[in-house]
């Protein structure tokens, strides 16, 4: 061994040729890469942003492993495009969040669960050719070609306190479907519960009004009595933990090709039981304790007169969010 401790802590030059692009050339990349594409073009590709760094630098020429591995560096792929949602954060929107964080805090009380719900569209795909099971050394194979065979709407409910879920697979997903759904939770899947809140997006079929359009009034009033609905906050389903467990059916269960209506229900089922005897539940971390003030700061500023706001958010503009808790729990109590 030749040297001493000095000597090893040091970095001696390394071979090889220096960096093709500096850091303010890297800098210029990176910007570039952020702003939009030339005229005509979709997006930037390597080769149009390694010809646009030639004509802003005094580069004669660059490759497009240059501008790769440049761009992997920070993470930067300007092939990618994603779609979001940008909420209206307002007191409502805080108001029905903080509705759903306490419904998901509370203790389990068998006489007033709350159940998730919500509805996933899915693909009923068959195929051409029978695939060839596996062998050792050889993974199972399946030919490219597949068969459409329609579509099937999956009703989802989630118990939010103990390990139950249930997969209702339909043709449709109208305002009637829906009402059957509601009633066979309080009929069926809770017949002794008091009251159920059911957690839900801002779909138009979510209404207590599809009940009065499926089923007589006397019946409609008679489900509803024992149904209490709470709504996510527009553009903010991930609020809702049924989502958590959609995702999970589709990547244990429904990731594959699955060419009938028959031998979806069958899967589900089978996916259905073993899950719920698992004990498997969602674990929910996001309270309104962990939330933090960032959520209430982003309330508009409040206008100067009461009378511009009413109920939840009059309380949220003008109250901090514990306060305003409190003066709901009294008002309604």
């Given at each position: 061994m030749e040297g001493n401790l000095e000597l090893a802590l040091s970095e001696e030059a390394r071979p090889g040729a220096a960096r093709k692009l500096s850091g303010k050339e890297t800098a210029l990349l990176v910007a570039t890469v952020c702003s939009s594409p030339p005229a005509g073009r979709k997006r930037?590709?390597?080769?149009?942003?390694?010809?646009?760094?030639?004509?802003?630098?005094?580069?004669?020429?660059?490759?497009?492993?240059t501008v790769r591995r440049r761009l992997a560096e920070d993470d930067l792929k300007p092939w990618l495009r994603k779609m979001w949602c940008i909420p209206q954060v307002d007191g409502t929107y805080v108001a029905r969040m903080e509705d759903l964080l306490d419904l998901y805090t509370e203790a389990a009380d068998p006489k007033r669960p709350v159940v998730c719900f919500d509805e996933s569209p899915t693909q009923l795909i068959g195929e051409v050719r029978e695939p060839l099971p596996a062998a050792p050394g050889q993974p199972e194979r399946y030919d490219c070609e597949y068969r459409r065979n329609g579509t099937a709407n999956l009703f989802v409910f989630l118990d939010a306190h103990r390990s139950w879920r249930h997969v209702k697979v339909t043709d449709h997903r109208t305002a009637h479907d829906f009402a059957d759904c509601m009633r066979e939770l309080a009929d069926v899947h809770y017949p002794d519960a008091d009251r159920i809140r059911v957690v839900m997006d801002n779909l138009s079929t979510h209404t207590a009004g599809a009940l009065y359009e499926t089923f007589p009034a006397p019946e409609a009033h008679r489900v509803l009595q024992r149904l209490e609905f709470h709504y996510t906050p527009k553009h903010a389903s991930w609020l809702n933990m049924v989502e958590i467990e959609i995702g999970v059916l589709r990547g244990q269960c429904l990731d594959r090709r699955i060419g009938t209506?028959?031998?979806?229900?069958?899967?589900?089922?089978?996916?259905?039981?073993?899950?719920?005897?698992?004990?498997?539940?969602?674990?929910?971390?996001?309270?309104?304790?962990?939330?933090?003030?960032?959520?209430?700061?982003?309330?508009?500023?409040?206008?100067?007169?009461?009378?511009?706001?009413?109920?939840?958010?009059?309380?949220?503009?003008?109250f901090s969010s514990e306060e305003a808790q409190a003066l709901m729990a009294v008002r309604t109590s």
């Open positions: 930037w590709t390597l080769e149009l942003l390694a010809g646009e760094l030639v004509q802003l630098t005094e580069h004669d020429g660059l490759s497009r492993e209506r028959e031998g979806l229900v069958s899967e589900i089922k089978a996916w259905e039981r073993q899950r719920n005897s698992s004990g498997a539940r969602v674990k929910w971390k996001f309270t309104t304790q962990r939330r933090g003030t960032r959520w209430l700061a982003l309330i508009p500023t409040p206008p100067r007169s009461h009378n511009h706001c009413a109920g939840a958010l009059a309380l949220l503009w003008h």
